[in-house]
């Protein structure tokens, strides 16, 4: 079933941007496809690529594109940016992301959005940058969705999997909170086929503690090994992209601008969020036990000081480089990369 639905890939010519359309173009779900990207040349060779396999999956529209594409999507996903540094943690990418994507939201307010057009954010530090788009793209909070923890859950399942030999797709696990260091796992509801985790033969707090471990270090392991992540982040986008282009109201742990839910506000980060047409439809809250909910209200802390952080570097000196203090850094220099 295709549904008549264009989206554009700011930062299309990367690996997260065209690994996401690549997902996208073997979903075969949205009629349109549009990469757009700083480097020209890069998003018309993964544009080309894509379209010479067009006939051998789906029948849609690929095109690479500019920014006056934006004022004609449907759906826009952010994923330009700079990747992290295997050492770095995620918060670290503020100091040189924020300017990047603030210019980004800029062009496209300017180029203005279509009605009831939806904005993904994918890059990094993806919960900030979601709650920067939430206050200065004009759009309403539903329709801006950052990719939150989706692909840390994704891949806390899969790992889950292989640790205790069972199908990928019969378990089923949630992290929630901050795309980042302090993500919290959510045991409690944790499931295989519908039964409980706690209650299946060999799990234990020493797998679970292995598992998260490598869940949370995923990340890094991947820049490590290949530079970056594509396929399962791709994946990961288009299981939200999906969700709204045919309205499937799935529970994905996007993250959004939360209103109350779990007594957080005045933040983005993951909680579970029906997502469907309109975007995220409700929060839904889960009985945590005490530790988990203590997890998430660390991630808002964390995520806040970030976020004060950044808006305070800018309202001091905006035309000057500035420096946002994040943890597993000191000092890196704002838009120091950007003078190279
Ligand atoms: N949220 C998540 O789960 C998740 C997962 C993986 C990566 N990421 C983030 O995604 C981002 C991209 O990662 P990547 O591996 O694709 O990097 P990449 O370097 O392969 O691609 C980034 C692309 O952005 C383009 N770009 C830079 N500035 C631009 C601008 N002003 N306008 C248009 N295009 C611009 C670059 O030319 C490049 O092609 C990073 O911030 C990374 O941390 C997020």
Known sequence: MGVLMKVSIIGGGGLVGSSAAYALQCGGVVSGICLIDANKELAQGQALDLLHGASLVADQRISAGDMSDVKTSDIVVVTAGLRRKPDESRLDLINRNVELFLGLLDQMTSVGFKDNAYLVVVSNPVDVLTYLAVKRSGLP?????????????????????????????????????????????????????????????????????????????????????????????????????????????????????????????????????????????KHIELALTPKERLGLQNSARVLRETIAAAEEGRSRDSTKPTTVQTRASKEIPRMAWQSK
């Open 141 to 281: 909070w539903q329709r801006v969705l950052g990719l939150g923890t989706v692909l840390d859950t994704a891949r806390f399942r899969s790992i889950l999997a292989k640790r205790l030999q069972v199908a990928a797709t019969q378990v089923n696990a949630l992290i929630l909170g901050e795309h980042g260091d302090s993500m919290v796992p959510i045991w409690s509801s944790a499931s295989i086929g519908g039964l409980p985790l706690e209650q299946w033969p060999g799990s234990g707090p020493e797998i679970e503690r292995e598992v998260f471990e490598a869940t949370n270090g995923a990340g890094a392991q991947v820049i490590k090994l290949k530079g970056g992540a594509g396929f399962a982040v791709g994946l990961a986008i288009r299981e939200v992209i999906e969700s709204i282009a045919l309205d499937k109201r799935r529970v994905l742990p996007v993250s959004t601008s939360v209103q109350g839910a779990y007594d957080l506000r005045d933040v983005c980060l993951s909680v579970p969020t029906e997502i469907g047409c309109g975007g995220a439809r």
